[in-house]
């Protein structure tokens, strides 16, 4: 079965960039969610993304508008019927996600490939709330956030993942202009494995006094080079998201190195998630110059 249309759950940060680049590689793309307004709030996003590639260069106009003609909305599962891979970003609840996907085993067609953006539930729990034929065609494919820029896929497998249908995945990740990589169904595959650790540790450094909170970011991207430090990273992804990412991973494992300090759960409980809230340990009053907070 050749890949030709795609259907995405879920219009926000992550379905968003996803379908942006499924439009931009060419494929027909509908997208589900719950409500019109949040269809339109996505699409804002997809617009901005796109304007930007086009002031670069990178996109011509006539490609910006072929791109959004290859997208369309609806907040009707039926409106998927006929995709040939589904992926769904929806929010991180394992029982929503499993209710939708029993939906969707109805209404789509049996070769449909499901595939999960998830980043920290197991992918084999999910894929029992559909029929045995669909579990051999159920497979994660985990993007990074943003979508549009980053060029990694993680391709997951299950034990009971058909081996040509991961085959597809991985050559879908290609035809995305992604680098697929190989992961089993493991809480976090690899990213998450190393990274969530990471971001935790620089919290307990942060609460051990070792260094302030620029101090810590500074040092990680000049010492090593990375792009953000693990405080602006954590605002970016989101406070909320990087605690219940690690809870997931805590109770997968059982390892104190998943285990979030309390410093994260007590930002969380008060409202402070990072970039999206305004506040986590930075302050964005002033978008371009965020000021740290005084946490400790
Ligand atoms: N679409 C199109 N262009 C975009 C864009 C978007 N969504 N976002 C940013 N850009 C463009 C900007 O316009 C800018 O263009 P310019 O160079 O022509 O001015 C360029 O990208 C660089 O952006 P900025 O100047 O704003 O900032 P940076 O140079 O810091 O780059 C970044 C931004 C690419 C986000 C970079 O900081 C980065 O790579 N950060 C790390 C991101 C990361 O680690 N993501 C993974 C998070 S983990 C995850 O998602 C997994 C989940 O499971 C938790």
Redesign the pocket.
């Known amino acids: 079965m050749e890949i030709k249309k795609v259907g995405v759950l879920g219009c926000g940060l992550m379905g968003s ?1 996803i379908a942006q680049v499924a439009a931009g590689a060419g494929f027909e793309t509908v997208v589900r969610e719950v409500s019109d307004e949040l269809i339109q709030k996505g699409f804002v996003g997809i617009e ?2 796109l304007s ?2 086009a002031e ?1 260069g990178s996109i011509t106009a006539e490609q910006q508008k072929a791109i959004r003609d290859r997208l369309s909305g609806t907040t009707s599962f039926e409106d998927l019927a006929d995709c040939d891979i589904v992926i769904e970003a929806i929010i991180e609840n394992l029982d929503e996600k499993r209710k939708t996907y029993a939906e969707l085993d109805r209404i789509c067609k049996p070769e449909a490939i499901f595939a999960s953006n998830t ?2 539930i197991s992918i084999t729990a999910m894929m029992t709330a559909t029929s045995a034929e669909r579990q051999q065609r159920f497979i994660g494919l ?5 979508v ?3 060029k990694l896929v993680e391709v997951v497998r299950t034990i009971l993942t058909d081996d040509a249908v991961y085959e597809q995945g991985i050559e879908f990740g290609k035809r995305l202009g992604k680098v697929p990589v190989r992961a089993g169904d493991r809480s976090g595959f690899i ?2 494995r190393l ?1 969530v650790p990471y971001m935790l540790d620089a919290i307990r450094a942060l609460e051990e006094g070792v260094g302030s909170i620029v101090d810590i970011d500074t040092s990680m991207k000049l010492g090593l080079g990375y ?2 430090g693990p405080f602006t ?1 954590g605002d ?2 989101g406070l909320d ?2 605690y219940y ?1 690690a809870e997931i991973m805590f109770d997968e494992f059982r390892e104190k190195r998943f285990a979030p300090p309390p410093l994260l759960k007590r930002m969380v409980l008060a409202g402070l998630y990072g970039r999206k809230s305004g506040r986590g340990f930075y302050d964005y009053k002033d978008p371009k110059n965020p000021t740290p907070m005084n946490l400790v």
């Open positions: 960039g901005k993304s930007k590639f670069k980043s920290s985990h993007f990074f956030n943003p549009p820029l980053m990213v998450n990274l792009p953000m990273l970016f992804v998201t990087t990412i």
